[in-house]
Nanobody, 123 residues
Framework: QVQLVESGGGLVQAGGSLKLSCAASGRTFSSYAMGWFRQAPGKEREFVAGIKGSGSTTYYADSVKGRFTISRDNAQNTVYLQMNSLKPEDTAVYYC????????????????WGQGTQVTVSS
């Protein structure tokens, strides 16, 4: 069982930056691929970024490539999402998820989910 808690969301102006964190419980954090997803009002949840358990491989949605960076600190059981050059269309509730690589990046699903953190980008 893995429990995930996101933090770091907030209100930011277009062009600004935010860094999201997702703290995980459990001693098997490094065995999970981690992903960030987001869901805007009236839209389906979409994949944003994923990272393998070792941190050696990352993968991004085209919409955030070059602006967002996913990273992890396995010693701290935490995964991060650095978001730069934010746009109003990035406004959404952001969720982190734990699972295997294919589940996260191909099926856009996770075995465990956090409760989400709101990111609002004003124009």
């Amino acid at each position: 069982q893995v429990q995930l808690v996101e933090s770091g969301g907030g209100l930011v102006q277009a062009g600004g930056s935010l860094k999201l964190s997702c703290a995980a419980s459990g001693r098997t954090f490094s065995s999970y691929a981690m992903g960030w997803f987001r869901q805007a009002p009236g839209k389906e949840r979409e994949f944003v970024a994923g990272i393998k358990g070792s941190g050696s491989t990352t993968y991004y949605a085209d919409s955030v490539k070059g602006r967002f960076t996913i990273s992890r600190d396995n010693a701290q059981n935490t995964v991060y999402l650095q978001m730069n050059s934010l746009k109003p269309e990035d406004t959404a509730v952001y969720y982190c998820a734990a699972g295997d690589w294919a589940t996260i990046t191909f099926w856009n699903k996770g075995d465990y989910w956090g409760q989400g953190t709101q990111v609002t980008v004003s124009s």
